[in-house]
């Protein structure tokens, strides 16, 4: 179990994230890209990937972020600004001797020995390979769905700043994953993790939502870094690429369904309510709630009661439908194979 200790000032000086982390994102992306975790989530986005992405892109990069254990810290360094650029030249610009140190704790494959010895001499050419496959994935895996996966990541603050107005600050702390607990002292316990005390000596601590954060939270190793916890958003749907959510594929599905039905669907992306429904397609609620029957009629939808509102959430087949590709592209054997332990939860 964690236990992370906080006091006043560090609850004081606590953050929570209303932006993914571009960096964040590529690193627990390149971890999904090498497993069979969730299917529904991921499927579809990672056969796509494991299609398109370079070899020699791709290659580098999983050496450096082994799905389970420890991927180097300096990977995923603390900006201001949270622009992808600035996060880059971050990293790169990451202390030789903090390199040397991440990169001795990793666990590397006797195929990418080589490189990984390169790097750790931050060799010139070394880096400008490691920015260069950085930039590349980038654009290739994340730029595209960046809206959707935005989208999804702000959806998910909302709902913690709703637990932050509804039941303080420990309410918002415990509400981060089912295994995290608000104790006594000022305690955040998270079960999940390995035996460890986080004491966070007056710095607060950076909450950190993540689309591609799966099941468990996780953390840098190193205490001395500026303290993060990245955690999943509880409700992760299928990613939409931007140019398949509107133009050409839009105005097919509009001929399919129907103008307002399609873009009721679009909506359904991130989840929403029948009342918002209605006034983003300027409908009356009996309107919006037969538009949604029939959605969740051909199994495009699903909705869940959620307090007095009906939350209305796209399918896996729904969001195949918006991107205009296969259904059944992605994985769709529902049994999740393994959970990736955290970042902390072992050494070399």
């Known amino acids: 179990m964690l236990r992370i200790h906080f006091s006043a000032e560090d609850l004081a000086r606590t953050t929570l994230s209303a932006e993914p982390d571009p960096l964040w994102e590529v690193l627990l992306s390149l971890h999904m890209l090498q497993v069979e975790d969730g299917p529904l989530q991921y499927g579809a986005w990672r056969q796509?990937?494991?299609?398109?992405l370079p070899r020699e892109t791709v290659g580098p990069l999983a050496a450096l972020a082994p799905p389970v254990g420890y991927s180097p810290d300096f990977l995923t360094p603390l900006t201001r600004s949270g622009e992808f650029g600035d996060a880059v030249d971050e990293m790169l610009s990451a202390p030789r001797q903090r390199v040397r140190r991440d990169l001795s704790r990793l666990s590397t494959r006797r195929t990418a020995a080589n490189w990984v010895r390169q790097l750790a001499e931050a060799r010139p050419e070394t880096l400008h390979r490691l920015g260069h496959s950085v930039r590349v994935y980038h654009r290739?895996?994340?730029a595209p769905?960046?809206?959707?996966?935005?989208s999804a990541v702000q959806a998910d603050h909302r709902t913690r700043m709703r637990d932050l107005t509804n039941g303080g600050v420990a309410a918002m702390l415990a509400g981060i994953h089912p295994q995290a607990r608000w104790?006594?002292?000022q305690v955040l316990e998270i079960s999940s993790f390995p035996d460890d005390d986080?004491?966070?000596d007056g710095r607060g601590l950076r909450l950190q939502p993540s689309y591609?954060?799966?099941?468990n939270p996780t953390k840098l190793m190193d205490d001395a870094l500026p303290p993060v916890l990245v955690f999943p958003i509880k409700r992760a749907a299928g990613l939409l690429h931007a140019d398949r959510t509107a133009g050409s594929t839009q105005e097919h599905l509009a001929a399919l369904l129907g103008r307002t039905r399609a873009t009721v669907l679009a909506l359904t992306v991130n989840g929403c309510t029948t009342t918002q429904l209605a006034g983003a397609c300027k409908v009356t609620l009996a309107t919006a709630s037969h538009q949604t029957a029939v959605l969740r009629d051909a199994r495009l939808i699903v909705s869940r009661r959620q307090g007095k509102s009906v939350i209305h959430r796209a399918t896996q087949l729904g969001h195949a439908l918006l991107e205009g590709g296969d259904p059944w592209s992605g994985d769709t054997n529902l049994h999740e194979s393994r959970v990736p332990s955290p970042r902390a939860d072992s050494g070399p």
């Open 140 to 142: 290739s895996a994340l």
């Open 48 to 52: 796509r990937m494991r299609r398109r």
């Open 183 to 185: 104790g006594r002292d």
């Open 198 to 200: 986080m004491h966070l």
């Open 145 to 150: 769905y960046w809206p959707s996966l935005r």
């Open 212 to 215: 591609f954060c799966w099941e």
